[in-house]
C-alpha cells in the first residue's frame, strides 16, 4: 500500500523560502501524475502545482505561479514543492497525492506558517 509522508514545513516570514519534501512508498510512483495540495481550516483542500510522471510538464495556481516550483526524484520517489517569496496566504496544511483519480491514503501534510 502507498504511504506519503511529507515533511520541510514550518514558520517563516513574509518573503522567505521553504522546501517540502513528500516520501513515497510503492511500486507505482514514477507512473504516476502528482500534485501539492494545501488546505486552509474550514476550507477545502486545493491543487497548488501538479507535475506529469516524467517530470515534463507541470502546472501552477495562479496565486503561486511564478514562486513555487515543483520537481520530482523519480529514483528516490520523492516530489518536492520549492516554495520562494512566501505571503501570509501560502499558510496551511501540504499535502503531497496523486493529481487525479482515486487518490492514495493521505498522508500527515506539513504545516506551513507565513506571518507578515
Known amino acids: 500500500q502507498v504511504q506519503l509522508v511529507e515533511s520541510g514545513g514550518g514558520s517563516v516570514q513574509t518573503g522567505q523560502s521553504l522546501r517540502l519534501s513528500c516520501k513515497v512508498t510503492?511500486?507505482?510512483?514514477?507512473?504516476?501524475?502528482l500534485a501539492w495540495y494545501r488546505q486552509v481550516p474550514g476550507q477545502r483542500r486545493e491543487v497548488v502545482a501538479t507535475i506529469s510522471s516524467a517530470g515534463m510538464t507541470v502546472w501552477y495556481a495562479d496565486a503561486v505561479k511564478g514562486r513555487f516550483t515543483i520537481d520530482r526524484d523519480n529514483l528516490k520517489k520523492f516530489v518536492y514543492l520549492q516554495m520562494n517569496d512566501l505571503k501570509p496566504e501560502d499558510t496551511g496544511v501540504y499535502y503531497c497525492n496523486l493529481k487525479d483519480g482515486m487518490l492514495w491514503p493521505w498522508g500527515p501534510g506539513t504545516q506551513v506558517t507565513v506571518s507578515s
Open positions: 510503492g511500486n507505482m510512483f514514477s507512473m504516476e501524475n
